[in-house]
């Protein structure tokens, strides 16, 4: 018998796990007071109390400039601030797609430029460099995409290799999702359960997959489908006011009506143990396309089990569409006619705090232009409370937000093993801060308790039998409008239901890069890096191998 009561959890304060000064300090703040110590313990034997006093300094401004604001701290503003003159300059604030003529005229003016001397010369270098520099094959949020499938009717498969990071291979489902119109608590409550099985089998060292990213895209509804149905089935005898009845209902149902397009992205690393599977089923790229086929026929039976209702492998031609469609809204998100799988970008430039694509509008192709703003949901900015699965439906579908969104949420599977540990520390620096305060007479806050609480129910969830495993994650919203003052209008709104519906205590607005923070709202598994397994994990992982020749599997 399943349970009809409502799956409750507790999100908040399991980021970064508790640092070794208490707390969930952040890695700059910790980095400098470690440096400020052991300079006064170097020091203070040979120069003494003033070595003293410098430490205490130190260590006080270190406190000033890492402390966390509603806008910051001073050293993530002053980062903020210096990458984004560094843009200027560059010229990565721009981006124009590949164009092998216009390529070559910019080469062109650019040898030209460097022939030339004296200052007019160096500021026709620069402003050549900036333009060869803006034109590149993929906009900044999609940097290293390529793809491993791309024909027509079949799975797009994406080969991503960014700079720094381990590639990767993605692939995007189109689904309906797991509530549709009023459901009771235990449908609810069983959605929840067969989601978490999902990605608990997932989790599992043996498996292939590392993430999944769940996207919402929040729209205006259009009406075209209703309307091209009633222009095949309308019957030509129906009275003029059954006509005008019927299209006053389309206009009254879609006036500030807002709908939601539900996609989850999963991505296989291309690891020694990726390697090995795929040779099984071929020699170099055929074995990696013969392996993908199963997993994605396998990702999409676990889907089906997890209640998400219809399920659609997108192809690569709609893959790009959908990410065509976030960069320039005017498009349809399912227009397809002119897409191009090898190119992923509108031509836009940047604002320290905006995302600004130049684009058309297919329809009439008059020239559009779509503001964008990026924010980061941290799992320290979240407030440590009991919630169910419904806490972000006031993002998807709160009234008050009449702006184009897109929500993502993206989730690194990770063994129960590390998972236990990493919920232990938690719990055993928890439980001993609070003993200090109490040893040393302080008064103990409300914010450890409800810590050590989230810490000892993630314990409880993995404990042996359970057949759960844990995840690290991260949210991102995109915000679209037509203007600057739209945009700002809408940051603000977003700002107040987070804060006030979602327990979210501060967003994280991407500003400075803002073009490559649009790219972690794509379905393209980027905006999350996982946390460095465990020491012992890593030796585990070691003696386990990539795969044993002689098996079959």
């Known amino acids: 018998m399943s349970d009809p009561r409502t799956v409750i ?235 005008n009845s019927y299209e006053e209902v389309l206009r009254l149902t879609g006036t500030d009506a807002m709908v939601q397009r539900h996609f989850v992205t999963v991505t296989w690393p291309l690891t020694g143990a990726f390697h090995d599977a795929a040779a099984k089923y071929g020699a170099g790229r055929e074995g990696w396309r013969g392996l993908m086929r199963q997993e994605i026929a396998s990702t999409a039976r676990g889907l089906g089990e997890a209640k998400m209702g219809r399920i659609d492998v997108l192809t690569a031609r709609q893959t790009t569409a959908l990410i065509r469609h976030q960069q320039n809204p005017s498009r349809p998100l399912d227009f397809v006619a002119d897409v191009r799988p090898d190119r992923l970008g509108e031509a836009s430039h940047d604002e320290y705090s905006a995302h600004i694509v130049d684009g058309t509008d297919p329809s009439t192709g008059a020239p559009v232009e779509w503001w964008h703003r990026t924010a980061a949901i941290r799992a320290e900015a979240l407030s440590t409370a009991p919630r169910t699965q419904l806490w972000v439906l006031d993002l998807l579908v709160g009234r008050d937000l009449q702006f184009i969104r897109t929500v993502s949420f993206h989730l690194h599977l990770v063994p129960a093993v590390e998972a236990k540990a990493a919920a232990r520390q938690d719990l055993t620096r928890d439980t001993a801060e609070a003993l200090s305060r109490r040893e040393g007479g302080q008064v103990d806050t409300d914010d450890t308790d409800v810590q050590m609480t989230a810490a000892r129910r993630r314990g409880q969830d993995l404990v042996a039998g359970s057949h759960h495993h844990g995840a690290t994650w991260i949210g991102y919203v995109t915000i679209s409008a037509r203007t600057r003052d739209e945009l700002a209008r809408a940051s603000r709104q977003l ?15 991407l500003d400075s890069y803002q073009s490559a923070a649009s790219g972690t709202t794509w379905p393209i598994g980027r905006g999350l890096r996982a946390a460095a397994p465990s020491f012992s994990s890593r030796v585990y992982t070691r003696l386990a191998g990539r795969s044993d020749k002689e098996a079959l599997s």
């Open 495 to 509: 700002e107040e239901t987070c804060s006030t519906g979602l327990g979210i205590e501060r967003l994280d607005w």
């Open 9 to 243: 959890r507790y999100l908040g304060g399991e980021s970064g796990h508790r640092s070794f000064f208490g707390g969930t300090h952040s890695r700059t703040r910790v980095v400098f007071l470690t440096v400020s110590v052991l300079a006064g313990m170097v020091l203070t034997p040979l120069i003494g109390w003033p070595a003293l006093a410098v430490t205490a300094g130190s260590c006080g401004a270190t406190f000033l400039v890492t402390a966390r604001t509603h806008r910051g701290s001073i050293v993530d503003r002053r980062r903020k601030r210096s990458r984004w003159n560094h843009r200027r300059r560059t010229g990565t604030d721009t981006f124009v797609p590949y164009d092998v003529g216009t390529w070559d005229q910019l080469q062109q003016t650019l040898d030209d430029a460097l022939t030339e001397r004296g200052k007019a010369g160096r500021n026709a270098v620069r402003a050549a460099e900036r333009a060869v520099t803006a034109m590149r094959a993929n906009p900044d949020g999609s940097d290293g995409l390529g793809w491993l499938q791309h024909g027509r009717g079949e799975p797009g498969i994406a080969w991503h290799a960014p700079i720094g990071e381990q590639p990767y291979l993605s692939v995007t489902f189109a689904v309906t999702g797991q509530l549709r119109g009023i459901e009771s608590a235990s449908v609810m409550a069983r959605a929840a359960h067969s989601w978490g099985v999902f990605l608990a089998a997932r989790a599992v060292p043996s498996v292939l997959v590392s993430d999944v990213q769940v996207t919402t895209r929040v729209l205006p509804s259009d009406s075209a489908l209703q309307e091209f149905w009633v222009l095949n089935s309308l019957d030509p005898a129906a009275p003029r006011d059954a006509i």
